[in-house]
């Protein structure tokens, strides 16, 4: 069988490559008698470096060689090996082709292969689904996580991929947008599976014929359940930190107001007694105990002040509208910068509390930025319910600045004023953007989901 091969058949060593065994076809290929085939090795047959043989036992690929007379043909390969004494040999099978359109036809049978088998085994889903939202096929990874679905029943994704099957196309659907529009399109689903929920991210992207038509869609499937887990997690233990923090806030500043500034206010009042009283006190002992009392006063204010910022004065009791009108008025007088607030959509909406304080500390937050960075001569913000979401606007007239190198600078110069406010957000499920160019101001834009007092802020 070896000799009478009409291909050429070519034994050598794994280890040394040097040629062992040849037929008679390989003679006639390469134009090398027997004895000076035995001498020779891969090198001197092979047009380009020799190829990394590999583990597999049998394989194919293209090749270009090399004849005794120096001319190149391209052949295909089919490469196997065995063991002979103890020894690791490798059986070429040469077959020489025709013309330039069987080496092209070959090599894109070649690449599907390596396609197919490359979807295979990669370790995500992938499936293939008709513009009628049929499954047509499935990878290795899919199957694994379906391994029911019935392809003899045409099934519908929609159908056998949810448990219960589905009636109609998922409303998240990105597969469906991509079949009508061409465009890749992305979503995250929740899958109920087994008494569990299971979190997907899928990307669907077009496949489109020569006319340009579409006729089907792939679907690449991620399950990110296991990091969906751990940002709850996340989320909730960073939940639990800022209750603790405003707690512990709560706690210095009822403190401050009750303890520290009731005493300081006592001893001031002993001192304006002191000096109402006694007429025979020195000049000098009077002008010292008034401008103790002059300390006393300022102390007392910043106390205040203090405890104030630490814990917003009558959220609880007057509500989270009247208390950022009240600081914006106070913050205005203070930092000598107009600030307006405006709120619409949310009056007579019980906001979770743990959304409350947040959203005063990003007020907070934003007009403390613009008193240290923008020079700025006015503030706006607003307040805005629409529904589903909440949304905060702080808007200056200021100098304005580059906003990617201000934040890239923030982590370098730990001016974490915009990260902090960012971190906030993000705990919230919200987005932040920033809009802003030096001499033209700045525009903060916040968007969240909106929930009432009921809501519990660690299923978000």
């Not at 045409?154 to 409303?171: H, M, R, S, V, W």
């Not at 929920?197 to 038509?213: C, L, M």
């Not at 989320?235 to 707690?247: D, F, H, K, M, P």
Request: charged share 30%; aromatic share 6%.
């Amino acid at each position: 069988m070896f000799e009478h091969n009409p291909n050429a058949a070519i034994v050598f060593d794994e280890e040394t490559r040097r040629i062992e065994s040849i037929n008679r076809a390989a003679k006639i290929l390469f134009n090398y008698r027997e004895e000076i085939f035995r001498t020779l090795t891969l090198s001197d047959i092979i047009d380009t470096d020799p190829p990394r043989l590999c583990d597999a036992e049998l394989r194919r690929e293209i090749r270009a060689f090399r004849t005794m007379a120096g001319a190149v043909f391209t052949s295909e390969i089919a490469e196997g090996k065995f063991v002979f004494n103890g020894q690791s040999k490798i059986l070429w099978i040469v077959r020489e082709m025709d013309n330039q359109s069987d080496v092209e036809a070959l090599l894109r049978e070649r690449k599907v292969q390596e396609y197919r088998s490359l979807v295979e085994n990669i370790a995500i889903g992938v499936t293939l689904i008709g513009r009628d939202m049929r499954i047509l096929t499935l990878n290795r990874q899919m199957r694994c996580w379906y391994p029911r679905i019935d392809f003899s029943r045409q099934p519908l994704c929609y159908q056998a991929f949810n448990d219960p099957p589905g009636e109609k196309i998922c409303t998240y659907c990105p597969v469906i947008q991509t079949l009508r529009d061409g465009r890749v399109h992305e979503a995250v689903a929740e899958i109920p599976s087994e008494r569990s929920v299971r979190y997907f991210r899928i990307v669907a992207s077009p496949v489109v014929d020569k006319e340009g038509n579409i006729r089907a869609a792939i679907e690449m499937v991620e399950d990110i359940s296991e990091q969906r887990a751990a940002e709850r997690q996340i989320r909730t233990l960073s939940q639990q930190l800022l209750t603790a923090q405003e707690n512990e806030r709560l706690m210095i500043s009822n403190e401050l107001h009750d303890s520290v500034a009731q005493d300081l206010s006592t001893m001031k009042i002993s001192l304006a007694l002191t000096l109402g009283e006694s007429s025979t006190l020195p000049d000098d002992v009077r002008k010292t105990l008034t401008d103790m009392s002059s300390i006393l006063s300022r102390t007392i204010r910043t106390v205040r002040n203090l405890s104030y910022d630490l814990r917003p004065p009558g959220l609880k009791e007057i509500g989270l509208i009247e208390t950022l009108g009240s600081y914006c008025d106070e913050f205005a007088e203070d930092a000598g910068i107009h600030a307006e607030f405006h709120s619409t959509g949310l009056k007579n909406r019980a906001m979770n509390p743990f959304l409350e304080i947040n959203i005063y500390r990003l007020v907070q937050e934003g007009l403390n930025n613009i008193r240290k960075h923008a020079e700025a001569r006015r503030a706006v913000i607003f307040l805005i319910g629409a529904y589903p979401n909440v949304i905060l606007r702080i808007e200056d007239d200021g100098k304005g600045f580059d906003v990617a190198a201000r934040e890239q600078a923030g982590f370098s110069e730990k001016r974490m004023g915009l990260s902090s406010m960012r971190e906030r957000v993000n705990l919230l499920m919200g987005k932040m953007s920033i809009r802003s160019r030096p001499g033209e101001g700045t525009r903060i834009f916040i968007r969240f989901p909106f929930r009432d007092g009921l809501s519990d802020l660690s299923e978000i």
